[in-house]
């Protein structure tokens, strides 16, 4: 299974950013998919995830402003993010989890795409 993320870049803050990640190979089995962030010097950080039950979790700093969803292909997930944040400047990477039950933390996600930079200026 390979991901691949696209939509980062540069914004202003209160500005948005729609990022998207695609699962290509096989997503059989597949339970969930999910955005994690690494900031400068700081370690990765969950932000979201969205199961095959379609249950979602985000971390606290992010709800209200980010929202995650799936495609019309399954194997597609999307982070829209508002109202964006100096402190939101990371690099986001997707990631897909084969496993149960699924949380928040890294270990539970099995394959990782590469991650696209947000920055977000002040």
Not at 47 to 71: C, P
Request: aromatic share 10%; proline share 2%.
């Amino acid at each position: 299974v390979q991901l691949q993320a696209f939509g980062g870049g540069l914004v202003q803050a209160g500005g948005s950013l729609r990022l998207s990640c695609t699962a290509s190979g096989s997503t059989v089995g597949m339970h969930g998919m999910g955005w994690f962030r690494q900031a400068p010097g700081k370690e990765r950080e969950f932000v979201a995830v969205i199961r095959l039950t379609d249950m979602i979790d985000y971390t606290d700093s992010v709800d209200s402003r980010f929202i995650i969803s799936k495609g019309n292909a399954k194997n597609t997930v999307y982070l829209q993010m508002n109202s964006l944040k100096p402190e939101d400047t990371a690099v986001y990477s997707c990631a897909a989890s084969y496993q149960l039950p699924l949380g928040r933390q890294w270990n539970r996600f099995d394959y990782w795409g590469q991650g696209t930079l947000v920055t977000v200026s002040s």
